[in-house]
């Protein structure tokens, strides 16, 4: 099949991993596979990104010229990825024979003219076949959705466990309110030295949280290439208001690693039995289960860390999820 996966960003997170890491699973499944870039952001690293992984992308200078290449190109699948490509993505196939498929993603509740993108993606789903990627996202969505989670390479081995303070805990994502980077931060300024903290990502809250803690974390910015930080991670903390279904949770779990996170999203049906779910913005019982984790023995961190990977191989691995979606363009 020829797949075009439209998506409208310039920052990296786990819409724009899980669009790279579709288009490049599709392609090793021989389809014609490309990413296609709504606006084409100048400086965009997510284009840098889908250099290194061989990946085909195109960059649309304007809505007109985004239609022309779809009209060139006659797709049997676009794939949308986002409110103001999904939007798009429905509005070209009103008039080609094209399947369009749409995914939503977003936990998060809308703010300033993102609630008009979120109202015009929701209403006009009758237009499109729907991915949603929890359940709970689905039931506020008046179009019939398949659900369908988000998915992870598993690693050929867990990350190894330490033993030696200082533990290393990380914040991944972006530094933006929903993801609630102050109060990660906030952890961190109130913990023994037990443990480093770390923060990678960037986003409109970074400066602040530089110049507010950097006592108390160590700031990565923008990581392209995360395999060199993994190993360093012995334990996630998610600290969202909002969530989808965290792309990064479904990594570390399938490294192994340790995640505790507030209430959020899909987090609880995932992580239950195998990290620590923790009641909504209460950091108090956060820095509690922080502690408790690295009390354990290495008999039951391992029992943990075996629970995750078996977690993510069996429901959220690449080929079981990959397989499901393009099933779902066939039907």
């Known amino acids: 099949m020829k797949i075009r996966l439209l998506v409208d960003s310039k920052h990296i997170g786990g819409v724009e991993t899980h669009v790279i890491n579709l288009c490049d699973e599709l392609t090793r499944r021989n389809h014609d596979c490309s990413i296609i870039f709504v606006c084409d952001y100048p400086n965009n690293v997510l284009y840098t990104l889908c250099e ?21 190109e006659q797709p049997d699948v676009i794939h949308a990825h986002g409110y103001k490509a999904n939007i798009l993505a429905r509005l070209f196939g009103i008039f080609n024979k094209a399947s369009i498929v749409t995914t939503f993603h977003a936990g998060e509740k809308p703010i300033g003219r993102l609630i008009l ?10 237009l499109s076949k729907n991915i949603c ?58 913990t023994s030295s037990d443990f480093e903290w770390h923060m990678v990502g960037a986003g409109p809250l970074l400066e602040q949280c530089r110049n507010k803690y950097q006592a108390h974390v160590q700031f990565h910015g923008n990581v392209l290439d995360m395999e060199g930080i993994w190993p360093k991670v012995d334990l996630l903390c998610i600290t969202s208001s909002y969530e989808g279904l965290p792309f990064v ?21 995932v992580l239950s039995n195998t990290g620590f779910i923790i009641e909504c913005f209460n950091l108090k019982q956060m820095q509690e289960r922080i502690s408790s984790y690295f009390l354990k023995t290495m008999e039951e961190r391992q029992i943990m860390a075996k629970k995750a990977r ?15 979606i393009e099933a779902f363009y066939k039907e």
């Not at 992984?53 to 779809?70: D, E, P, T, V």
């Not at 069996?314 to 397989?323: A, D, E, L, R, Y």
């Open 249 to 269: 949770l479904l990594e570390a779990m399938s490294r192994g690693i340790p995640v505790v996170s507030f209430n959020v999203g899909a987090v609880k049906k």
């Open 310 to 324: 078996g977690r993510i191989i069996k429901n959220f691995s690449t080929s079981i999820v990959v397989s499901k």
């Open 133 to 190: 990627i929890n359940s709970e996202i689905a039931k506020h969505l008046p179009s019939k959705a398949k659900i369908i989670p988000n998915f992870v390479d598993v690693p050929e081995h867990p990350n190894p466990l330490r033993t030696t303070k200082p533990f290393q805990i990380y914040f991944i994502g972006r530094v933006s309110p929903e993801k609630g980077p102050i109060r990660f931060c906030q952890l961190a300024e109130q």
């Open 52 to 72: 290194k992984k061989n990946i085909r992308y195109h960059g649309c200078k304007s809505y007109r010229a985004l239609f022309r290449l779809l009209l060139k």
């Open 117 to 126: 993108y979120n109202f015009l993606d929701r209403w006009t789903s009758f």
